[in-house]
């Protein structure tokens, strides 16, 4: 800075063409940067249309409520003005209304949406809006209340209203309270689920539980590997190496049917059991259909990502620093614990992260080797998204894991630090 | 003048080779049909596909086996302003929902299919097949039982057995999710089959649904896919165990397992054809499907694949399989030896209550 001022007052600085210095060289500059994000556009772009627009969208659709609003735009904004405290129902305008919107969602074929969206919030409503469509073009004039009641009791009931009324906003917050064992009671106050309906959030804390102890297990088994591959000379830790990725190449559905074979009843590893004499005919281990299944064929599909970042890094660990250790009197588990290990932790912390990640999300090998106490929150995600349709709980169900994933995440920036991990 | 006439000749024949090409090009056309794959795809290519292409040379049929993620797909193409698949084959529980939605089309079953060979109208031939103005019916297929003959002492007779485990020890197979099981569930138990969906009505009638499933709980293996029941059979893995009826034909007599069927109340469920709002191709989907459905073609789907023709018309045509040489009306979930004690799903229930019986049915899984 000092240099710089004391020269601008004397005389500018200038390249062998007459401009000044500080306008040249930022110019270079600019042409670097510009070289630079032109480089790396392709992949700020691809990250955006496939990473960031996707998380926008689920994001946005489990809040986004605009169907019901949209098919039944005569009767919503009428329905605002109602007032549902004084215990009547809505006024025959608001009947009328509903009458109009429902002839023109049956032409439309849009009313079956939003049967099935209130469904989601009370059984019986599908089938409550299927058949009023069917029935309603025949309503021709008032009064309409008295029709539509005559059509189904329901619309006499004041609960449809209410529900009606609460979920005919564009944003809900229905799903997000779905996806955690809660809902609106008929008085619009958030309660929890009746008992026998509460499962997401028990599947939450197994996935987490399960996922972290596949880490476990994925560390305890990849450490040695690793230490192994790194450590062997060239020519074997190569055939070695081959070992490790070979699974890895080899089709996710193989690699879990093997499983089957090897783990059920009247598996391979029972009947050699059995053979043994280690246990009887009649009492084979179940060790597949239950949550063993999926933490066994899970630790073998995820041991790769483990076992890749720990070999870099512990490749680049010199063999002289343990021996130093070693000279300097320090028992090998001393050495080890000392020196070797925290010299690992940077691969141990990519590793981990890696695993624990993949497996959160996982579905496919719980949904064929979970069973039941196996069965994991992808599988309930997956089943809203191909089965039941309802995408609301979907992706409010995914958007809660993302939210647990980059709590944990942060949890470790915390911890062990985040600048603290190789990958490779 | 030679010199022209000879640019000139080549010219034409430049032109017309375009115009050939442009031609064949145009006649050749690829239609997409979407179906479930596997031995099913395979007896639609022999009975309709096959013979199809044979008579219309400009056709060409190219099998989608995505049927299972067909709901999800077709809402999504429709979302996407896009839609790219001109016929899908789906299940008829899914063919309402897609009409629900009107992300398929309502059709005119007396309009566009063949009328049966007397003359009787394609409405009345399917009958009360047509469970919605959307769905063109194809089969009845089943969901009932096999079981391991030589791993059971005495051999299930009604589904009360299937919930008996001390006369018939060991694990079963069910389905992993509520539709059928509380059905069955409720018939082992003693209610009325014709009662079924009003006892299923009240909170009470669904408890002791559960309840019933609960003195099996710990011995069923739960599926998700058709091929595990068969391949839990040949392992021994389970005594018995639910699966579509044309999975055990194929057990059974392909793979000549010591199987055996156990019909007693055999859930029936339809399968048939959608046309996607929006698609293409609409004119030759029409085409294709007024062959497809007529009443000989679903008669020679059986030939392939045990699985019940749609068409009252189609029962009298139904030969021997193509490969074994066996009979296979006696294969048929519609038999009248198998047939004694049947269910057809009520759809329009099951739209309804589907949302909150598998909340409970997945909370009781994972009690």
New interface residues.
């Given amino acids: 800075m000092a240099t710089s001022g004391t020269t601008s007052t004397a005389q500018t600085l200038t390249t062998a063409d007459g401009t000044p210095l500080k306008v040249s060289l930022s110019r270079a500059e600019r042409r670097n940067r510009i070289r630079a994000l032109l480089l790396v556009a392709p992949l700020f772009l691809f990250i955006i249309v496939f990473f960031l627009v996707p998380i926008g969208d689920m994001l946005f659709r489990s809040v986004e409520n605009r169907v019901v609003g949209e098919v039944l735009h005569r009767t919503v904004p009428l329905l605002a003005m109602w007032d549902e405290a004084n215990g009547e129902l809505p006024s025959e305008d608001v009947f009328r209304a509903l009458v109009e919107d429902f002839k023109q969602g049956r032409e439309?074929?849009?009313i079956?949406?939003v049967?099935?969206r209130m469904?989601?919030e009370k059984?019986?409503?599908?089938?409550l809006f299927?058949s009023t469509a069917r029935k309603a073009r025949r309503i021709e004039q008032g009064p309409f209340k008295e029709a539509l009641i005559k059509i189904n009791k329901k619309w006499g009931d004041i609960k449809t209203w209410q529900l009606l009324k609460r979920e005919s906003s564009a944003l809900t917050l229905s799903y997000y309270l779905a996806s955690v064992d809660m809902r609106f009671d008929d008085n619009g106050k958030v309660v929890r689920?009746p008992?026998?309906?509460?499962?997401y959030i028990?599947?939450f804390i197994r996935t987490l539980n399960l996922s972290a102890l596949i880490t476990v297990l994925c560390l305890a088994l990849g450490y040695p590997i690793s230490y192994l591959l790194a450590t062997l000379p060239a020519r074997t830790s190569n055939l070695l190496m081959i070992l490790v990725l070979l699974p890895f190449w080899t089709s996710l559905l193989v690699r879990t049917t093997a499983w089957i074979a090897l783990l059920?009843?009247?598996?391979v590893i029972n009947d050699f059991l059995v053979a043994l004499r280690l246990i009887g005919d009649e009492n084979r281990l179940a060790m597949i259909?239950n949550a063993t299944g999926t933490v066994v064929a899970m630790t073998h599909i995820l041991l790769p990502f483990m076992v890749l970042p720990l070999y870099s890094v512990m490749k680049n660990i010199p063999e002289s620093h343990v021996r130093a250790a070693r000279s300097l009197g320090a028992t090998p588990f001393t050495a080890f614990m000392r020196v070797y290990l925290p010299n690992t932790v940077p691969g141990i912390g990519a590793g981990a992260i890696l695993v624990f990640i993949i497996a959160i999300g996982y579905y496919i090998t719980p949904?064929l080797v979970g069973?039941?106490s196996g069965?994991l929150i992808g599988n309930?995600i997956a089943y809203h998204?191909?089965?039941?349709?309802?995408w609301g709980l979907a992706a409010a169900l995914g958007s809660v894991l993302l939210a647990l994933v980059l709590a944990l995440y942060l949890l470790y920036d915390k911890v062990v630090g985040i600048d603290n991990m190789k990958m490779g | 003048m030679r010199n022209l006439t000879i640019r000139t000749l080549v010219t034409v024949a430049a032109v017309a080779t375009v115009c050939a090409g442009v031609a064949l090009a145009q006649t050749q056309l690829d239609l997409v049909v979407v179906s479930w794959g596997g031995a099913y795809t395979a007896s639609q290519q022999k009975a309709y596909h096959d013979p199809y292409m044979a008579a219309n040379p400009g056709i060409k049929i190219i099998n989608d086996d995505s049927s299972a993620e067909a709901v999800a797909k077709i809402r999504a193409m429709n979302e996407a302003g896009k839609v790219t698949w001109p016929l899908v084959d789906v299940v008829a529980a899914d063919a309402i929902s897609l009409c629900d939605e009107g992300l398929v089309e309502p059709v005119d079953h007396d309009a566009i299919l063949a009328a049966a060979p007397d003359g009787t109208p394609a409405s009345e031939d399917f009958g009360e097949m047509i469970v919605s103005e959307c769905f063109i019916p194809q089969i009845v297929y089943s969901t009932t039982f096999g079981y391991r003959t030589d791993l059971v002492k005495v051999p299930p007779k009604t589904i009360k057995d299937v919930f008996d485990l001390r006369k018939i020890p060991g694990k079963r197979a069910l389905e992993k999710r509520p539709i059928g099981n509380l059905e069955w569930a409720l018939i082992a138990d003693g209610v009325d089959p014709d009662t079924v969906y009003d006892v299923l009505e009240t909170e009470a009638g669904v408890k002791r649904a559960f309840a019933k499933l609960d003195t099996i709980k710990d011995q069923v293996v739960w599926w998700t896919q058709g091929a595990q029941t068969p391949q839990l059979l040949a392992d021994g893995e389970v005594v018995m165990g639910s699966t579509y009826n044309g999975r055990l034909f194929s057990l059974i007599e392909e793979k000549k397992q010591p199987v055996a069927m156990m019909w007693d109340w055999q859930m029936y469920d339809l399968d048939g054809w959608v046309i996607p709002k929006g698609g293409p191709h609409r004119k030759e989907v029409l085409k294709y499907l007024r062959f497809a459905t007529d009443t000989q073609r679903l008669a020679d789907q059986a030939k392939y694949i045990s699985y019940g023709p749609a068409r009252a018309s189609s029962a009298p045509f139904v030969g021997k399989h193509a490969d074994l040489g066996i009979e296979m009306a006696p294969h048929m979930p519609t038999a009248p030896a198998n047939a004694t004690n049947t269910f057809l799903f009520n759809y329009e229930w099951w739209a309804d209550h589907r949302d909150e019986l598998n909340e409970k049915f997945n909370a009781w899984l994972a009690r």
């Fill in positions: 439309d074929r849009t079956g949406k049967g099935r469904n989601y059984s019986g409503m599908t089938s299927r689920q008992d026998d309906e509460q499962i028990k599947l059920q009843k009247e598996g259909h949904a069973g039941v069965t309930l998204m191909s089965t039941s349709l309802n």
